[in-house]
């Protein structure tokens, strides 16, 4: 080389070398999608790029863009609650778009997306509130013990009541309030005549997930003053264009004969394109139900020989990506056809049983209860906005027990007929730059015709007819990254409408009946709810919330019970709950905790009392309060240990002096308030093939009231503590063909359950089952 081309050569390197160092110095895009395991698009991500104090959010497709960031590696931070966080390595050209797709795993302790809080779909983490998520394998787990719903809410729901063993769950309060049921969102409580056969109303087999929500709330409408419980029904399979499942199975006591009964399952489900579906048809026929000590358990309102039938159809067509078309239908029915009578018991002493008899009157039970849904969802409707509307109608008729409470005695069935439609929008947007917001808005309508009628034909309760349309709005806003604070309004616009009626006669001859004059009752109110959650950190992810519910008091008690020859003398103010509630939940490496502790207040309550043989209402300001507890630890990797308690309390302000604790003030008896529950279980899996699931409960002691004149009025009876063993084992013979084998009361321990004792009375005082086996096979293809 010449000095000539040397000189050339370094002339040339001094010139480009600055234009290298611009290009690398230069800056350049990142683009890409958030999605989690299932594909699912997860939008308002965070995505940040700390050293550099670059960052954004996802839209709501998932899709994010970071302009700007300087050529060269580096460490991008994904992070959204629900999810655990990720770090990518990112390299970054100059004036070019690197493009990355990200996938965040569920968190163990917060991995649940509800929908009930809030009509759309949120991370619990983000859920200001107390909420029970039961999925379909711990549905499934429970229903090898009991099919029973409310023995599988029971056991798995703290501040629900214990289950009552009978046909109604009367007495099984949440959190020592009235919940609503629903299935797929359409209410199954009849508010307007509380008839207790709204948790019983599907079959655990069609059930993809339970939602239980505590404390009130409005987000559903009238009857939530405890909060709500919300079935949610299974879907198409879309791993498959046909597949089914099979299942028979025994039931019976472990003594005495005639106990036996059988259950079958059979589904099919399946997708193909656009299309998908499940089709599912339940039968259960139940034995005799016996004792610890092979005693025949009383027939009234009993579960022992009865029929269940549950037919159910869900078929969905995906209109386009972003649009979906659902119908829905279920039928329940649920009806007792024994072969034996009551012989009254001697309460605290021996118990009420069935002997050979031939039963008055028509079989007990739910004749039917058809529910129907027809549901439309877009996820774009205008701008980012999605929809969901849907128009649903359920017709229930039940049948109860023979009541001497009334001149010549007979049998009552409520009949309750809903139709609805329900409009929900969606909108995110961003508040600032660093702000992204939701606003769920939309109408609720709803009319609701119910009544209590005699079998002869006699008018106990006359028709109801309630029309109710209620606007609400709720905004949720993400601050600092991990500050969800949530807020909402809803207007409560009803309209009831009683025709003329005559109470029954407490006499011959029609004495004692009144005519009354029916008419029109309008209620308006806005109910409120505000809560705020902060979970930046999974060792304390801390909540507080005040929400507010709005319900109809159950105006079937008062019109039958009216002394009044007008409607509007009659004591019919609503119950507006005040609910105030505190609590956090904590993941500390294999041991997630949760704690809850709760306020609520209302100026009218309705504390169930018993005056002459009637049941009426009493109605003076309430206060209730209790605490909850949960605890589930991982303590090897094939044994899991956990449990929950919960203790609730409530007293009446009955001088309306503003305290709770003079002469005068009451305790809300256990109709209302149950006792101290507790709950253990132990899930072990060590066993190749082989899953135990071994629950403990135990029912607390309450003793608050003295008998008058000898006898404990409804709710007040003492109840002594008991406790119970309950196993439940599964089997994979083969990969798809599995036993099931589940022992309720393991022990065989004779109790009586909670409502047996607080009622108080002869009649009601039965024991709880003996030891029950449930042996099912069960084929999956």
Do not use: C
């Amino acid at each position: 080389m010449t000095l000539k081309d040397l000189r050339f050569f370094i002339l040339a390197l001094m010139m480009f070398l600055p234009w290298s160092l611009f290009a690398q110095s230069g800056k350049g895009t990142i683009s890409g999608t958030v999605t989690d395991s299932l594909k699912q698009n997860i939008a308002f991500t965070n995505i940040q790029i700390r050293k550099l104090n670059i960052k954004t959010t996802s839209d709501k497709n998932g899709k994010f863009l970071l302009k700007g960031v300087p050529a060269g590696n580096h460490l991008m931070l994904i992070s959204i609650t629900g999810y655990e966080k990720q770090q990518k390595e990112v390299s970054v050209v100059a004036n070019d778009t690197s493009y990355i797709e990200v996938v965040l795993k569920d968190q163990s302790a917060l991995s649940e997306v509800i929908v009930s809080a809030s009509r759309r779909a949120e991370s619990l983490a983000q859920t200001p509130s107390s909420v029970t998520i039961l999925t379909a394998k711990e549905i499934n787990t429970q229903s090898i013990i009991s099919p029973n719903l409310a023995n599988i809410l029971s056991y798995s729901v703290p501040g629900l009541g214990s289950s009552t063993n009978q046909t109604g769950n009367s007495g099984q309060t949440l959190r020592g309030r009235n919940v609503l049921v629903l299935i797929d969102g359409i209410p199954q409580s009849t508010p307007l005549r509380a008839g207790g056969r709204d948790i019983r109303s599907i079959d655990p087999s069609v059930i993809e997930r339970v939602e239980v929500i505590k404390g009130a709330t409005a987000i559903y409408g009238n009857g939530a003053e405890g909060g709500l419980i919300n079935y949610i029904t299974k879907k198409g399979n879309a791993g498959k264009q046909f597949g089914g499942y099979s299942q028979i199975g025994l039931t019976g006591n472990l003594e005495g004969d005639s106990t036996i009964g059988y259950r079958a399952v059979q589904q099919f489900y399946g997708r193909a394109k656009k299309f998908d579906y499940v089709i599912s048809g339940a039968y259960e026929k139940t034995g005799v139900y016996r004792d610890a000590e092979g005693l025949v358990i009383s027939p009234e309102y009993g579960l022992g020989e009865t029929q269940a039938y549950n037919g159910f159809a869900k078929l969905g067509y995906d209109i386009s990506a972003k649009q979906r078309l659902e119908l829905m239908y279920n039928y329940y029915s649920s009806r007792q056809d024994s072969r034996y009578v009551t012989k009254i018991g001697v309460y605290g002493q021996t118990p009420a049983i069935g002997v050979y008899g031939n039963r008055v009157g028509v079989d007990e039970g739910t004749r039917y209860n058809h529910n129907s849904n027809l549901q439309y969802t877009n996820q774009e409707i205008f701008g980012k906005t999605d929809l969901t509307a849907n128009v649903y109608y359920q017709d229930f008729y039940t049948i109860y027990s023979n009541s001497a409470s009334f001149f010549g005695s007979g049998q009552s069935a409520i009949t309750s007929t809903k139709k609805g439609a329900r409009l929900n929008l969606n909108t995110p947007f961003k508040l600032t730059s660093q702000v992204p917001m939701q606003v769920n808005y939309g109408l609720d309508f709803m009319n609701d015709k119910t009544a209590q009628n005699l079998v002869d034909g006699r008018e106990w309760v006359p028709k109801m007819n309630m029309i109710n349309f209620a606007p609400y709005l709720q905004a949720t806003a993400n601050l600092f990254t991990d500050l969800t604070i949530k807020a909402g309004l809803r207007s409560e616009n009803i309209n009831i409408d009683v025709k003329d009626f005559k109470t029954l006669a407490t006499g011959a001859n029609g004495a004692g009946s009144i005519d009354v004059k029916g008419g029109k009752l309008n209620y308006n109110a806005f109910v409120f709810n505000a809560g705020a959650r902060y979970s930046k950190f999974k060792e304390f992810n801390p909540f507080i919330s005040y929400a507010q519910s709005f319900s109809v008091f159950e105006l079937g008690r008062v019109l039958r019970a009216a002394k009044s020859n007008t409607l509007s003398q009659l004591e019919t103010k609503p119950i507006i709950v005040d609910n105030y509630e505190a609590g956090f939940s904590s993941s500390l490496g294999n041991l997630n905790l949760s704690f809850a502790y709760y306020y609520s207040t209302s100026k009218l309550g309705a504390n169930l009392l018993e005056v002459n043989g009637v049941y009426i209402s009493q109605r003076i300001p309430e206060r209730v309060e209790g605490f909850e507890v949960q605890a589930d630890y991982q303590l090897l990797p094939s044994l899991a240990i956990g449990g929950n308690y919960a203790e609730v309390g409530g007293k009446g302000d009955v001088d309306n002096d503003g305290e709770f604790d003079g002469d005068l003030d009451v305790y809300l008896n256990t109709t209302r308030i149950p006792p101290s529950k507790t709950t253990i279980y132990a899930k072990y899996s060590g066993i190749k093939n082989l899953l135990i699931d071994l629950n403990w409960m135990k029912i607390g002691s309450r003793e608050r009231f003295v008998p008058k004149k000898g006898k404990y009025l409804i709710g007040e009876g003492p109840v002594k503590a008991y406790d119970l063993f309950n196993l439940a084992a599964s089997y994979q013979i083969i990969k798809p063909l599995k036993v099931n084998l589940g022992i309720e009361n393991v022990l065989n321990r004779t109790y009586y359950p909670s409502i047996s004792q607080f009622y108080g009375s002869d009649i009601n005082y039965v024991r709880g089952n003996g030891r029950r086996f449930n042996l099912a096979l069960g084929y999956s293809f």
